[in-house]
Structure formats: structure tokens, C-alpha cells
Nanobody, 120 residues
Framework: QVQVVESGGGLVQPGGSLRLSCAVS????????MGWYRQAPGKQRELVAT???????NYANSVKGRFTISRDNAKNTVYLQMNSLKPEDTAVYYC??????????????WGQGTQVTVSS
């Protein structure tokens, strides 16, 4: 059974940093694309960043230059380093395991989410 578990969220001041982690168990981690998404109150869930099995990355325009997605296949973990955080980054952040090396679909696996709050 595949499990996706996020951690690392919390309260941070504007301009601060956080690193989110997402551990995947129950499947071969290295062959799947991984992604981070977020959902703010009253808004739809949106893509933050993705990384393919080969390490190619893609970012939402709103986080380019501030966030970095990476993966450690030995630890079955994907990370999201978030720098220069803004109040508008406040959301629940979700991790997603794709259905292939570079693609996502209806039968992906999602974590339960971790809250990130950016406030002074």
C-alpha cells in the first residue's frame, strides 16, 4: 500500500524559509514523478513544483526563484525548499506521486497535507 506523508510545515515570518519533506513508502520511489501542490482557503488547489524521475523540474511562476524542489531516491523523499516566503504562500501544501516518470494522472497518490502559514 502506497503512503505519502508530508512534514515540515509551520508558522514563519515573511522573508523566512521552510523546508518541506515528503516520504513515500510502499512503492518504488525513483521511477515516478513527484510534485508539490498547495491550496489556500477559498481557492483551488494549484501546482507549486514538479520533478521527474530524471530530475527535471518545473515551477509555478509565483514561486520561481524562491522555491526549489529536489529528491533523494535513496531516502524515498522529495523536498521543497521555500525561501523569501510571502503571506500569499500561506496554504496547505500537498505532495503527489505521479503515475509515471514524468506524468501525473487520476490515479496518483496524495499526502494528507501540511500547513504553511506566513505571518508576522
Amino acid at each position: 500500500q502506497v503512503q505519502v506523508v508530508e512534514s515540515g510545515g509551520g508558522l514563519v515570518q515573511p522573508g523566512g524559509s521552510l523546508r518541506l519533506s515528503c516520504a513515500v513508502s510502499g512503492s518504488i520511489f525513483s521511477i515516478y514523478a513527484m510534485g508539490w501542490y498547495r491550496q489556500a482557503p477559498g481557492k483551488q488547489r494549484e501546482l507549486v513544483a514538479t520533478i521527474t524521475s530524471r530530475g527535471s523540474t518545473n515551477y509555478a511562476n509565483s514561486v520561481k526563484g524562491r522555491f526549489t524542489i529536489s529528491r533523494d531516491n535513496a531516502k524515498n523523499t522529495v523536498y521543497l525548499q521555500m525561501n523569501s516566503l510571502k503571506p500569499e504562500d500561506t496554504a496547505v501544501y500537498y505532495c503527489r506521486r505521479g503515475i509515471g516518470p514524468s506524468n501525473f494522472g487520476s490515479y496518483d497518490y496524495w499526502g494528507q497535507g501540511t500547513q504553511v502559514t506566513v505571518s508576522s
